[in-house]
């Protein structure tokens, strides 16, 4: 009579094809992970010009409606972002409540300096063209990042 001993466990060679395996999975799987959270991020920066840019309309709206005073030399868009958060005071309003146009200035996601303030990871276009410092009536914002989208184009250019 033979007796046969069976051995519990793996041997090598199963251990390592199962570790290729798990290596081969995560390498593949890390492409995709990059490109999900650059498309996020993409989400985030679409939907934060979105906002500016909204409040910079509706900022323009109430000069023309009167609510807020225009200078003469002013184009009727905001000397600043600062001013769509902290408020203007309503020109019709007897009780001189003041307008917001945002709760707090979003920060662009793709900004590399996190010692910059909301509003300084921006780039300002002012109504007459001016950059930046030399901006004095907001009229558009975009991003200061020179990288490119998914879509080819650079996002300083959304």
């Known amino acids: 009579m033979l007796s046969l001993t069976y051995r519990k466990g793996f ?3 199963e251990l390592l094809v199962t570790l290729a395996l798990l290596a ?10 990059q490109l999900n959270a650059k498309r996020d991020k993409e989400r985030e920066l679409k939907r934060a010009l979105w906002q500016i840019r909204d409040a910079l309309d509706a900022y323009k709206d109430a000069v023309d409606q009167g609510l807020i005073k225009k200078t003469a030399e002013g184009s009727g868009y905001p000397p600043n972002l600062a001013i769509l958060v902290t408020g203007v005071e309503n020109a019709q309003d007897t009780k001189k409540k003041k307008l917001f146009f945002l709760r707090r200035i979003p920060r662009d996601p793709f900004a590399a300096d996190a010692t910059l303030s909301n509003a300084g990871t921006w780039r300002i276009r002012a109504y007459d063209g ?3 410092e030399m901006a004095q009536d907001v009229y558009d914002v975009s991003s200061r990042s020179p990288a490119m989208g998914i879509n080819q184009q650079p996002y300083s250019e959304w």
């Open 11 to 13: 041997t090598l060679i």
């Open 24 to 33: 081969l999975l995560v390498t593949s799987a890390s492409p995709v992970l």
């Open 130 to 132: 001016a950059l930046d």
